[in-house]
């Protein structure tokens, strides 16, 4: 895909906004340059290749992810320009050749993970989140923040009816990730689980875990959160690295915050399992091995996650009617929902309205 215009002044922005696409145009908020503000820019549509779907993109959530990429943050970048967005929801308006099972008009969702090998060892052994030559939306290829995006038929998901196209979008990242941290941590039937820090992908995770019977506590630094959290019915709610009020059988740690894995460590029971959710964590201190690993306890990190992850999580939230909680923003203010997430100003799950 090809960018068709230079960046625009606010009167061109404006037009833009009220103009309907020329044909074949659509309107995306791109990352032209690391670092720099996203510009609103026309693009080609793009057009289905085989085994491919092209979606007329309603809503898209805005993860830390996004903002990761857009300022350039890790040694693996993205290529310049991209379109970012990874919890993109819309409706099918064209299928390649080869498509069969997803139709004209289906409600779908486009996920992170858009492309695995199939054939690689992980591939070969149903852990297809480490597949050594994936690839991955609004980072390999363009995303949601856009009018339209193309996904693979097979890595699309069917979405539940419970759920608006605003409240399912941050499911599609924060919710299967933060499910996935949840089976990494091996929560046992009934069990005490900790989590640490409580932003859009805690809140959803936590939300599972009680309704599978958990005692929840929360670690968090922000009030507000804390008040989520016990609305939502956690047992306890306390301060970043404070201790809970019980030993934990599981812990998710989700704020990128290395300092936190001692004191997770250390609220462990004999035998626990603390589960890292982030895709960046900040440096882990020095560990004391009598008193954060010893007694068989486990520390693991999640990457990624399977399509079985994504469609046993929706098929769970919507049975549980999950609740999500969402701040929208129009897509031509992408750029200010990203500034929003990086201070730390969105209370539940930033949306981008397309
Ligand atoms: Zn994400
Ligand atoms: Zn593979």
Redo the contacts with the bound molecule.
């Keep these: 895909m090809s960018s068709t215009t230079a960046v625009l002044d606010q009167s061109e922005k404006k037009s833009l906004k009220r103009e309907s696409p020329a044909r074949g145009k659509m309107h995306a908020a791109v990352v032209e340059q690391f670092g720099k503000p996203l510009v609103l820019q026309e693009w080609d549509i793009p057009s289905p290749g085989a085994g491919q779907i092209l979606v007329k993109t309603e809503a898209c959530?805005v993860?830390?992810?996004?903002l990761h990429a857009a300022n350039g943050d890790w040694p693996l970048k993205p290529t310049l320009p991209f379109i970012p967005g990874?919890?993109a929801i819309g409706l099918v308006v064209a299928v390649g050749s080869g498509v069969t099972i997803v139709k004209e008009g289906d409600r779908v969702g486009v996920p992170?993970l858009a492309h695995t090998c199939g054939i690689c060892r992980f591939c070969l052994s149903g852990r297809e989140n480490l597949c050594l030559r994936p690839r991955f939306t609004g980072w390999d290829v363009d995303g949601g923040y856009a009018e339209y995006v193309v996904v693979e038929e097979a890595y699309a998901y069917a979405l539940p009816a419970e759920f608006d196209d605003v409240e399912v979008a941050p499911l599609l990242?924060?919710g299967i990730?933060g499910y996935r941290a949840l089976l990494r941590a091996e929560l046992p039937e009934g069990g005490r689980l900790g989590i640490y820090g409580f932003g859009g992908s805690a809140h959803l995770t936590a939300q599972v875990a009680l309704a599978r019977g958990a005692r929840v506590h929360v670690m968090t630094r922000s009030r507000e959160a804390q008040q989520l959290a016990l609305q939502l019915g956690a047992a306890s709610a306390g301060d970043a690295d404070a201790a809970p009020p019980e030993p934990l059988d599981s812990a998710i740690l989700f704020a990128p915050v290395g300092t936190l894995v001692p004191p997770a460590l250390a609220a462990l029971d004999r035998g626990g399992t603390l589960a890292i959710a982030g895709i960046y964590l900040s440096d882990i201190p020095a560990l004391d091995y009598e008193q954060h690993l010893f007694e068989e306890r486990s520390l693991r990190s999640v990457t990624a996650n399977t399509r079985q992850n994504g469609e046993e999580f929706l098929a769970e939230a919507a049975r549980i009617r999950l609740q999500v909680s969402t701040v929208s923003y129009p897509m031509e203010r992408a750029d200010q929902a990203l500034r929003d997430l990086r201070e730390d100003r969105v209370n539940g799950a930033a949306v981008l309205v397309v």
Excluded at 63 to 66: I, L, N, Q, S, V
């Design positions: 959530g993860c830390h992810t996004d990874h919890e992170w990242c924060a990730i």
